[in-house]
């Protein structure tokens, strides 16, 4: 039967259900958002029999998913594939639908009556699902009329559904395979989700560890007297843990909503050995019935204030219950391990210790091993959904499983065994196996994972995958430096993959860049700039720049820029395809690498800008040359037309250091063309950005003609700028030195003291761009900005 969505209705307009909806728009799915009529004492006013009125819930939900921060669409457009209505009026509209998700409130019984409510007016292809953290499913399923049970579900969107990668599907008995299977797919290729299949159990599979986790956390903070603080220093990114660690993602999510999750596994999941460890502690309690739940409710586990115009963050006391100022953790085993940049070295390291720090680390983390282990056979079957949905839904740099092979199964068997603590089965069968680790690769580098039953079996691929550790492994390396490498990705395509630190850009990526143009243009059809770390590039190496700039090495710096000029220029013009594939935080000489490839193919959730006013620069690696460029496109090709509104779009752009939130606001700020290409799963990037490269040479491509003729607004453009300029540093809007940065940037955009009109050749610019970006280099102020964003990791107004 064919199950293919193309319209969608979600019920319930709450924080989750209007999310839900408006990342199903981001999706280009037309989607119907439908709530109950507002009951007496609900405080909606106006004529109860309008429109307005009766669909006030609906209209509301949408409202503050269109304003919420952040942003629920990926554009203000995205709201228009949304249409409101309400549970009375509009069941007809559910004859059209494909896929009703309801995701109203946590009670099993309102959720039974609302199937009851709508199931008459759905088509008999229509995929039903219910969008809930832990609820049973089954027992959901026996609400449903029988010819409605095979294309019933769970859905477990993470909130929110557009940021949050996972998705936990959660089918019942006799949920039918084919539906189970179109799902997955739907929310795979078009929701960008990861996806993976959990059993009927408490909280599924992420919340069940997670909450866990938090849980077990707590419990050795207040048994060991440590601090908020202490607690969160030592489970952040130390062990692999998102920034937020511990007791700040407590307070984003929600204390309440971590409550009412351990709540859900204490009422529900009688055989779990740890239990009494899920019914919160009274400090827990206190906070919810006080009503500190964290950011919604404006302080939770921290607090922000203002003080003296400055916010700061406070902390709760859990003694006094009041909020005091925050105390730096000190721990010698953390200050060490932080030096230590591979994460298995670094937690061994850190567990291995004997200091306090070390001592809680071990406890919990030796803690949420055992017990993620003997949830195996539980909440999924395999250990591979495991690991997935906790790196997906929490963040986790890697899995529980992951990290027992980080840490190394024999040593955490054998140290358990000292302590006279369970060692769950599993484990000690993978500590007694040839291979002594959870996951294993064969001798083409297929990897395969420690099943249930104690065998080994084969991962299957992420679908429309490429895996460059294993194409490299394989003998696709083609060449390889200390930051960079090109990798033979099959089909006469070749990958430049960046690997240094943060994947910031330094003379070995730029040397790497023209290799790759070389290599390809000899052996190769097309080529596609991507890797697959955290993020594409946070930029040029500022730590080197800074050191050139302080010591006065004034020509190493000319040659610096050059050589990152002369390779964007080479993207540009080779006579390959080129396609580059950006992902997360693309900033500065990293958008600058993708603006000149020319062809984009991106991920839906990249954040791309050029930032360099932060730190007292401006883009000088073609970044201003071809954002004016884009702008300049726009400009009827008429004798006479002023370029000037062209410029000035670029200019505030880059002036305002404008970073998109999306790759499709990034298309609205010029920085990626209409014709570039967005992709929702991430994992799908380099696949897709492969298929366009090839695409363009199948269809003969050809290298752009130079572009020898831009038309700039000279003085009377700098002019304007400057004006402006003057009145906003009047009024404290900018400081001075912003002022003069600005006017700098304008030289660049508007051709420098031309007249207006003036046709000038890209290497005109090219030349501006480095003049000004070498005179930026040798003021003071920019230095210490340059050094504050090192020290500080944030810009300086100075």
């Known amino acids: ?33 439908l709530d109950i009529v507002p009951p007496d004492g ?25 304003k919420s921060k952040p942003a629920s669409f990926y554009t203000d457009a995205g709201a228009r594939l949304v249409s409101i209505g309400n549970l009375e009026d509009d069941l007809e509209k559910l004859r059209d639908v494909d896929w009703v998700l309801e995701a109203v409130i946590e009670k099993l019984d309102i959720k039974k009556s609302l199937f009851e409510k709508i199931t008459p007016f759905l088509k008999d ?83 069940r560890i997670g909450c866990y986790w938090l849980m077990a956390v707590i419990r050795a903070m207040l048994e060991g007297g440590y601090t908020i603080e202490e607690v969160d220093a030592l489970t952040g990114p130390v062990v692999g843990r998102p920034k937020s660690a511990s007791f700040r993602t407590a307070d984003l999510v929600g204390v309440d909503v971590f409550v009412h999750a351990s709540y859900t596994v204490y009422d529900r999941a009688s055989g779990d050995e740890e239990r009494d460890l899920f019914k919160p502690p009274d400090v827990v309690e206190r906070m919810v019935k006080e009503g500190r739940l964290g950011g919604k409710t404006g302080g939770g586990f921290y607090k922000k204030v203002k003080k003296s115009g400055k916010t700061e963050i406070l902390t709760l006391d859990l003694d006094s219950f009041e909020y005091r100022e925050r105390q730096r953790p000190k721990f010698k085993s953390l200050d060490l391990a932080k030096t230590v940049d591979d994460l298995a070295a670094r937690t061994r390291q850190l567990i291995k210790g004997k200091d306090r720090a070390s001592q809680f680390v071990w406890r919990v983390i030796s803690e949420m091993l055992v017990y993620s282990a003997n949830r195996l056979g539980e909440v999924s079957d395999n250990i591979v959904s495991i690991d997935r949905a906790m790196k997906w839904g929490y963040g986790w740099e890697i899995g529980p499983f992951e990290t027992w092979d980080a840490i190394g199964v024999e040593y955490i068997v054998e140290r358990l065994d000292k302590e006279g603590r369970e060692v769950p089965e599993i484990a000690r069968k993978v500590s007694e196996s040839n291979e002594k680790t959870f996951y294993s690769r064969d001798e083409s580098y297929r990897q395969h994972y420690f099943t249930i039953g104690g065998a080994r079996e084969e991962m ?35 990958c430049l993959e960046f690997h240094s630190k943060m994947n910031a850009i330094g003379p070995d990526i730029i040397s790497m860049i023209h290799a790759a143009v070389r290599e390809t243009q000899r052996n190769y059809t097309a080529l596609v700039i991507g890797n697959q770390g955290q993020n594409f590039s946070v930029g040029a190496n500022l730590m080197l720049l800074m050191l050139e700039a302080r010591d006065m090495n004034w020509e190493e710096i000319d040659l610096m820029v050059r050589a990152f000029q002369k390779a964007s220029m080479a993207l540009k013009y080779s006579k390959r395809p080129v396609v580059a594939a950006p992902f997360g935080m693309t900033l500065a ?8 490839a020319g062809h984009i193919y991106a991920a839906a959730e990249t954040y791309i800008g ?24 726009g400009m009827p090709a008429i004798e006479g037309s002023d370029p000037f509104p062209y410029a000035r779009g ?35 990037l380099l696949y897709n950005a492969k298929a366009m ?31 402006q300029l003057y009145n906003m540093c009047e009024a404290g809007w900018i400081s001075t030195y912003d002022k003069y940065l600005g006017g700098e940037l304008a030289r660049v955009l508007c051709g420098g003291e031309v007249p207006t009109g003036t046709r000038v050749n890209e290497q005109y610019i090219l030349d501006l761009e480095r003049e000004v970006f070498l005179r930026l280099c040798g003021q003071r102020k920019t230095l210490e900005r340059m050094q504050h964003m090192l020290k500080k990791g944030k810009p300086l107004r100075n």
């Open 1 to 33: 039967m064919d199950f293919s969505i193309e319209r969608a209705a979600v019920v319930g307009a709450g924080v989750m259900g209007a999310a839900l909806a408006a990342h199903l728009a981001n999706a280009g799915i037309p989607t119907l958002l």
């Open 42 to 66: 609900s405080g909606v006013e106006g004529d109860r029999n309008s429109s307005a009125y009766r669909n006030a819930f609906a209209s509301t939900g949408l409202k503050k998913a269109s």
């Open 125 to 207: 292809t229509a995929i039903v699902t219910t969008n809930t953290s832990g609820l049973s499913v089954t027992e959901m399923a026996q609400a449903m009329p029988d010819a409605f049970k095979p294309r019933f579900l769970g859905t477990h969107f993470f909130n929110p559904p557009r940021y949050l990668r996972l998705l936990e599907l959660v089918p019942h008995a006799g949920t039918d395979p084919e539906v189970l299977a179109a799902v997955t797919q739907f929310g795979s290729e078009y929701l960008g989700k990861g996806v993976v299949v959990a059993n009927d159990t408490p909280d599924f599979i992420a919340n």
């Open 460 to 494: 299957g691929v992420l679908p429309a995958h490429i895996d460059l550790e294993r194409i490299k492994a394989t003998g696709g390396l083609v060449k390889k430096n200390a930051s960079a490498s090109l990798v033979d990705i099959g089909d006469g395509a070749l």
């Open 589 to 596: 000489g990293g958008c600058e690498v993708c603006l000149g």
């Open 610 to 633: 050029q930032v360099e006013l932060g730190v007292g620069l401006i883009p000088a690696a073609g970044g201003c040359k071809e954002l004016l460029v884009r702008n300049l496109e």
């Open 650 to 684: 670029a200019f505030e752009t880059i002036g305002m250091a404008k970073v998109a939130t999306s790759a499709y606001e990034a298309k609205k700020l010029k920085i990626l063309r209409q014709s570039d290409g967005i992709t929702m799963n991430p994992d799908r």
């Open 693 to 723: 490269a090839l695409g363009l040479a199948d269809s003969g491509y050809r290298p752009p003609a130079p572009t020898i003729s831009l038309t700039v607004s000279g003085q009377s453009g700098m002019a304007a700028i400057q004006t």
